[in-house]
């Protein structure tokens, strides 16, 4: 299972770039908006185009950008512009999982533009979806947990319903490094966590303290390297 990050902030994403780990982005408002409060100068698409410019030395790298609108021929016009952003084909336009949203994302695969269908919570959203030709679905785990559902049972669901089509499955709304093994361990093809989640998953008590032991072995002996 490939893993992405689920932010827009330039550090993060800069930090995580460093550690090897991740082929991917994803971003929707809420996640902008948040980055762009700290940020005057720039607008929605130059935050996007910014974040392209970081993932750029990754092959293959991607960039989820969301529309805004909720309605159809506004978020076509939205996806194209996104979509423009790269010469490489390196935009994911994310459309919400609407009757709307899913004439755009049947208008924008016809054109060659990639689409995440995001905000998915059952696998009939995710079949109809993958028969609008959406390169990605992306269920919400944490927030179908929120309500008392079980967002690992549901996107093992929707992995088991994709088998037949080229649709990915992209676990997002991901809160914990447990959730992200049993992304895996459901099938997921890609993962996208927030930072602080991808940190966690590196540590481990026991990392910690047999580093503490190694050093303080090899410190008393006096020895020099
Ligand atoms: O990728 C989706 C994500 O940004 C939503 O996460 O934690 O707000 O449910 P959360």
Same mark, same amino acid.
């Given at each position: 299972m490939k893993l992405f990050i689920d932010t827009a902030n330039f550090n993060e994403i800069t930090s995580a770039l460093e550690l090897g780990v991740i082929t991917g982005v994803t971003t929707n408002p809420s996640i902008i908006s948040r980055d762009l409060a700290d940020r005057d100068a720039d607008s929605y698409y130059s935050h996007i185009s910014r974040i392209l410019t970081l993932m750029? @030395?990754? @092959?293959d790298s991607l960039v989820n950008a969301e529309v805004i609108s909720s309605e159809s021929d506004e978020m076509i016009k939205e996806g194209i512009a996104l979509a423009a952003l790269s010469s490489s084909s390196r935009v994911v336009i994310k459309l919400p999982m609407t009757t709307a949203g899913l004439r755009a994302c049947s208008i924008l695969t016809g054109r060659g533009i990639s689409v995440t269908m995001t905000l998915v919570f059952s696998a009939a959203q995710a079949l109809l979806a993958a028969n609008a030709g959406a390169r990605y679905v992306a269920p919400f785990i944490g927030r179908m947990d929120d309500i008392g559902g079980s967002g690992i049972e549901a996107l093992a669901e929707i992995v088991e319903v994709m088998k037949p089509f080229d649709t990915k499955v992209l676990a997002a709304s991901v809160r914990s490094p447990l959730h992200v093994v049993q992304a895996a361990k459901a099938g997921a093809d890609i993962a996208t966590l927030p930072y602080k989640v991808l940190t966690q998953m590196a540590s481990h008590p026991l990392t910690a303290a047999g580093l503490n032991r190694f050093s303080r072995d090899w410190n008393g002996t006096g020895g020099t390297k």
């Open positions: 750029a @030395p990754v @092959p």
